[in-house]
């Protein structure tokens, strides 16, 4: 399709900036995040977006979708829901034979809308799907389309009827990305658009296929060995007890990141340094994708929450 990488990492920059220009037709402001959800999906990894209601998360991924010209569903997480409602399960059809019924999951897109009002077994059946990229219903081995990302939302203040998301499946996440409120002139701009009657028509900017190719294209980036040393030993930083600890890290935390954090450091500062016209990430680069994707890895202890240490002071003094 290019010529070469160079070119072809040229024509990623261009799409990401129709893309941007797309969203930013519906979206106002949220530029951060924005430029994560992006992140990630030409990175393959999935996004959690944590804030308050009414700041057009669900909106933001829909659009998403439509600029992305992929497949797209909603799961609305409820306490009831099963999951055989988002996974799909095996009916018997008319020839009374055992067929199956493909649940929601099966999109490009999937939003998990307020992931965390489900029990913990429903919540389980998207950890499969967003590591292995397949899920398994009564022993048969069901492949989800490509590419596929889990876009999910959580609201962080009202926690009555809430289950909180185990660990094992919150570093399923390349990001935890925080909505917040929109600025004045934000705010007057999203109130004139809204109350008016005007349509806003959302093209798609790129295809599933494109984002496949610019995916591999990310992968085979170089990467200098001082900025892979400099993310292993950022994610070592943040493990108490271990050889690499500072002393507010042994003070502060009770757990440290995992190696997926050290993973997708280096897969985000490859995307990131593609998104700033650059033929490899530097430490920089590893800079400015560390906050998100490591402050939902990192876990404080009762001295940090009593003096009022945030995740985000900590990661800032490491970097």
Partial sequence: MYGSDKEALEALNGK???????????????EHVIKE?????????????????GLAKTLLVNTISQALGLSFNRIQFTPDLMPSDIVGSEILDESRQFKFMKGPLFANIVLADEINRTPPKTQSALLEAMQERSVTVAGQHYKLPAPFFVLATQNPIEQEGTYPLPEAQLDRF????????PTYTEELSVVKATTSDAVVEVNSVITGA????????????????NVLEYAVGLVGKTRPGRELATTDVNTYLSWGAGPRASQHLVVGAKVNAALNGKYSPDIEDVKAVATPI????????????????????IINELL
Avoid: C
């Avoid at 999906?41 to 999935?46: L, S």
């Avoid at 494109?210 to 992968?219: G, K, P």
């Avoid at 990192?298 to 003096?307: D, F, G, Q, S």
């Fill in 174 to 181: 390349m990001f935890n990305t925080w909505v917040d409120y």
């Fill in 210 to 225: 494109e984002i496949a190719n610019f995916q591999q294209l990310i992968r085979r980036m170089p990467v200098a060995e």
């Fill in 294 to 313: 490591m402050r939902h890895r990192i876990v404080r202890n009762y001295k940090a929450e009593a003096e009022g240490h945030t995740v985000e002071s």
């Fill in 37 to 53: 959800v992006t992140t990630a999906i030409f990175a393959g990894g999935h996004v959690l977006l944590v804030g308050v209601p």
């Fill in 16 to 30: 990401h900036q129709e893309l941007v220009a797309e969203i930013g037709k519906v979206i106002v402001g949220q």
